[in-house]
Protein backbone atom coordinates (compact mmCIF):
# COMPACT_ATOMS: atom_id res chain seq x y z
CA UNK A 1 0.00 0.00 0.00
CA UNK A 2 1.72 3.21 -1.07
CA UNK A 3 1.10 6.38 1.52
CA UNK A 4 -0.51 9.41 0.57
CA UNK A 5 1.92 12.44 1.59
CA UNK A 6 -0.12 14.84 -0.29
CA UNK A 7 -3.67 13.60 1.33
CA UNK A 8 -1.95 13.03 5.10
CA UNK A 9 -0.29 17.09 4.47
CA UNK A 10 -3.90 17.66 3.46
CA UNK A 11 -5.62 16.06 6.71
CA UNK A 12 -3.03 17.60 8.59
CA UNK A 13 -3.60 21.20 7.93
CA UNK A 14 -7.01 20.50 8.27
CA UNK A 15 -6.15 19.31 12.11
CA UNK A 16 -4.04 22.57 12.20
CA UNK A 17 -7.10 24.88 11.06
CA UNK A 18 -9.56 23.26 13.92
CA UNK A 19 -7.04 22.99 16.55
CA UNK A 20 -5.98 27.04 16.19
CA UNK A 21 -9.99 27.45 16.02
CA UNK A 22 -10.82 26.00 19.19
CA UNK A 23 -8.07 27.86 20.86
CA UNK A 24 -9.84 31.06 19.58
CA UNK A 25 -12.92 30.42 20.85
CA UNK A 26 -11.61 29.17 24.41
CA UNK A 27 -9.53 32.94 24.53
CA UNK A 28 -12.33 34.68 23.76
CA UNK A 29 -14.81 33.24 25.88
CA UNK A 30 -14.71 32.44 29.35
CA UNK A 31 -15.21 28.80 31.03
CA UNK A 32 -18.81 29.86 31.95
CA UNK A 33 -20.27 31.13 28.89
CA UNK A 34 -18.79 27.93 26.49
CA UNK A 35 -20.97 25.60 29.75
CA UNK A 36 -24.18 27.97 29.09
CA UNK A 37 -23.80 27.85 25.24
CA UNK A 38 -23.49 24.48 23.95
CA UNK A 39 -23.70 25.83 20.52
CA UNK A 40 -20.50 27.98 20.83
CA UNK A 41 -18.62 24.46 21.32
CA UNK A 42 -20.83 22.57 18.54
CA UNK A 43 -20.56 25.35 15.98
Do not use: A, P
Not at 3 to 21: G, H, Q
Not at 27 to 36: F, M, P
Amino acid sequence: MKVDIERITRYLLEIKNRVKEIEELLSSHSDEDLLKNKWLIKG
